[in-house]
């Protein structure tokens, strides 16, 4: 069997697959969002507990900690800060160097030890929480949600996506594939946002709805992300590339080949369904192509093929530059590889259940149906013609990633005008 590449980075949390076919695991990590309790009553009493306890000890911490000129990130999409983070960190920075900035970012684990790790991580948030002026998040983020703030903090949720295809959040409250209303109540999901940030204009009712928020409070502002590939895109038109997809072309050997075409397949998280990249890699397999498999961070999965690179530890940003399509079917690199200016293309095999299960604010069949398809083969005869660019992705473009430059200077500006009111 013909070996696949493999790329990684050193700060990626879990380590390649073992070798072969095809492998998919999910990961425990995303509690909330794929965690339903079998004893709701049970839970909901030991969420009472543990929230009580909590008030408790964050009261004592508002007690005695003074409130210094800091805002703290706070993260559990990955164990090390996003380039979001770092950006907009810089930017605040720049304008404010007597700004005291805090990131603490841990995925949750698995395992006793793993939990209790994750119990003093949280108490540590709830410290910082209890001496900022204000906080940023990138997702569910138990005590920024869960406690009661002094009057005043000022909340951002910075979503990890720049939009959103499908439904989730408060969107999926009932459905076969989304939360327990119950345990969201208890929880207090997504609660205490005062800015909810977007990246275009069609993206705020569903952010809105997704989060529980008045539409006012989602603002089209963009992320620090878009900025860079907005400045990508530039590098590329000059013949240049970034630091971060020149070491992720440096990895493989299929990614410096000129004569190939190179195809991301970036699908969004599933707990099952490993044929769609069976199908996937054998519609690509031929020498013509280098086939990049980047499963969700959520999920691991791994192809084995003489013309396949595995990148599930690579960055998606340090990936999309080196690419010539992207094909996806309800993930959020949609919108950041529109903002590229990069050919998508949305393999939907099994739109029909996703949407009973989960359902979608976009759905690909309807608003961008030229590049849309339930059949991995149509979509490759697209890439194969180099058919131009529909009008329909120009409005997807024009509707939910949208932002201009200037998007960690817009958001930077927002938090520290709060911080001063």
Not at 301 to 323: F, K, M, Q, S
Not at 330 to 337: C, D, I, L, N, T
């Amino acid at each position: 069997m013909a070996r696949s590449d493999t790329l990684s980075t050193p700060s990626a949390r879990r380590a390649s697959p073992h070798s072969g076919a095809i492998m998919q695991t999910s990961d425990a990590a995303s509690a909330v969002a794929t965690y339903r309790p079998r004893g709701v009553a049970s839970m909901r009493f030991f969420i009472s507990v543990a929230t009580f306890v909590a008030h408790c000890v964050y009261a004592a911490m508002k007690a005695v900690v003074p409130v210094r000129h800091k805002v703290v990130f706070l993260s559990r999409q990955s164990d090390v800060p996003s380039r979001d983070f770092t950006r907009l960190a810089e930017t605040l920075h720049a304008k404010d160097p007597d700004l005291e900035i805090v990131m603490r970012c841990r995925m949750l684990g698995e395992g006793p030890v793993a939990r209790a790790l994750d119990t003093l991580a949280v108490v540590g948030q709830m410290y910082h929480l209890a001496s900022s002026r204000a906080c940023l998040v990138d997702g569910y983020v138990i005590p920024v949600s869960l406690l009661t703030h002094r009057q005043g903090f000022f909340v951002v949720q910075m979503w990890h996506a720049l939009g959103a295809v499908k439904k989730f959040g408060y969107q999926t409250i009932g459905r076969p594939g989304g939360r327990s209303a119950t345990i969201a109540s208890a929880m207090r999901m997504h609660r205490n946002y005062d800015l909810v940030l977007c990246s275009g204009p069609g993206t705020v009712p569903f952010f809105a709805e997704a989060f529980g928020v008045d539409p006012a409070v989602v603002a089209p502002l963009g992320a620090p992300r878009v900025d860079y590939l907005l400045e990508t895109a530039d590098a590329i038109g000059s013949g240049g590339l970034p630091d971060g997809a020149a070491k992720v072309r440096a990895g493989s050997r299929l990614l410096d080949a000129p004569e190939r075409t190179v195809v991301l397949y970036a699908p969004t998280f599933r707990k099952a369904g490993g044929d769609r990249y069976r199908d996937v890699a054998a519609r690509f397999s031929d020498a013509r192509y280098t086939l990049i498999i980047k499963p969700h961070p959520l999920e691991s999965a791994r192809v084995e093929g003489a013309n396949i690179v595995n990148a599930g530890g690579a960055d998606i940003l340090d990936i999309l530059p080196l690419c010539a399509a992207v094909i996806t079917d309800y993930s959020a690199v949609a919108f950041e590889a529109a903002v590229m200016g990069l050919p998508v293309y949305f393999y939907v095999y099994d739109i029909d259940d996703y949407v009973r299960d989960h359902g979608l604010n976009v759905d690909p069949l309807d608003e961008m149906p030229e590049v849309s398809s339930r059949d991995i083969g149509t979509l490759a005869d697209l890439i194969d013609q180099r058919a131009p660019r529909p009008r329909s992705m120009e409005l997807f473009r024009e509707s939910y990633a949208s932002a201009p430059r200037g998007c960690a200077d817009r958001i930077a500006d927002r938090i520290l005008d709060a911080m001063k009111a």
